[in-house]
């Protein structure tokens, strides 16, 4: 049994191409803004947590050869 593909199925599918594409775009940059900020808030952590330095040098001793 033989079908053609009409004119009204290629503009169905274009339709629903462009669609789907949009949707594929849209949700993509939500999940890398989404993702981006929880790394931002991870580093944040990791420098909020960091020890606090020492405000005098650690004093060293010459070495001669």
Known sequence: MG???TPEFW??????LVAAMGV????TAAMDAL????ARRCARRD???A???TA???PRTAVRL
């Open 56 to 58: 005098t040098p650690v």
């Open 51 to 53: 020890p606090p330095r």
């Open 11 to 16: 503009e169905r599918f274009a339709a629903l």
């Open 24 to 27: 594929t775009f849209a949700l």
């Open 47 to 49: 420098v909020e947590q």
């Open 35 to 38: 993702a981006l900020r929880v």
């Open 3 to 5: 079908t053609s593909l």
